[in-house]
């Protein structure tokens, strides 16, 4: 091969120009080439870190697992449900009554005179009854009953009203032996909000109830209806 060095005028000609035009070609390339690869060249692109990738994972799939219905079932689902049967009985109180109402039982077992039958017979008349008299009463079928409230009607304030009550109970005989349960004072006038006046005591048990008039004016005492609350035995 020929090694000889080419003249200067030698590049002016046309394969010296195509040489050279070649030769800065491949000189640019590789030029790029290397450029490229540099990290000047390279996209800023951050890679999603594991955490932020499992998190948008996890918010985005669907919950695979199926819902209990046990845990929150629906109004129907509850209504389905067999229940069992309720053997708790609440317990109540027996009804309490007006223990000397005719209607309920009540009557009179002994009195001074009939007068007093009309002390329980519902109308509320007004009777005139001597002071110290006694009426004995008794309750239905002859049972015992236990009882705490007494009341008298005053419907009007007037001078021959009965103004104390003295009352008993027993449980021998209409004429046996009474334990007294205390003395009651209406007042002489009318409570619209309760005409009859309550007077209330410890509860006891008896098959007996007397009312004995204490006092009143010139010797007689004016009634009218009396109750007793209580209920039977």
Same mark, same amino acid.
């Given at each position: ?13 046309l ?6 035009? /070649? ?15 540099s ?15 499992a ?89 015992? /009953? ?5 009341t ?24 046996? /032996? ?24 410890p ?17 007689? /005492? ?12």
């Amino acid at each position: 091969m020929d090694e000889t060095p080419k003249s200067s005028s030698w590049w002016q000609t046309l394969p010296g120009i195509l040489t050279a035009t /070649a030769g800065i070609i491949t000189a640019v390339s590789g030029l790029l080439v290397v450029l490229y690869q540099s990290p000047l060249f390279k996209p800023d692109v951050k890679p999603e870190s594991a955490h932020g990738t499992a998190a948008s994972v996890t918010s985005s799939a669907p919950d695979a697992t199926p819902a209990d219905p046990s845990v929150n079932p629906s109004p129907d689902a509850l209504a389905s449900v067999p229940r069992a049967p309720d053997t708790h009985t609440p317990q109540t109180s027996a009804a309490r009554i007006n223990l000397l109402d005719p209607d309920k039982g009540g009557h009179l077992e002994a009195a001074s005179n009939d007068e007093w039958n009309r002390t329980i017979d519902g109308k509320e008349a007004s009777i005139s009854l001597e002071v110290n008299q006694t009426g004995v009463y008794g309750f239905k079928n002859g049972r015992s /009953a236990r009882f705490d409230t007494f009341t008298v009607l005053i419907p009007a304030t007037d001078i021959y009203n009965v103004s104390e009550i003295e009352l008993s109970y027993g449980n021998e005989s209409p004429t046996g /032996a009474f334990e007294t349960i205390g003395r009651f004072k209406p007042q002489n006038l009318k409570l619209f909000n309760a005409p009859y006046q309550a007077f209330a005591f410890p509860a006891v048990t008896a098959r007996y109830f007397k009312v004995k008039l204490l006092s009143g004016k010139g010797g007689y /005492a004016t009634a009218y209806e009396f109750q007793l609350f209580g209920t039977l035995k």
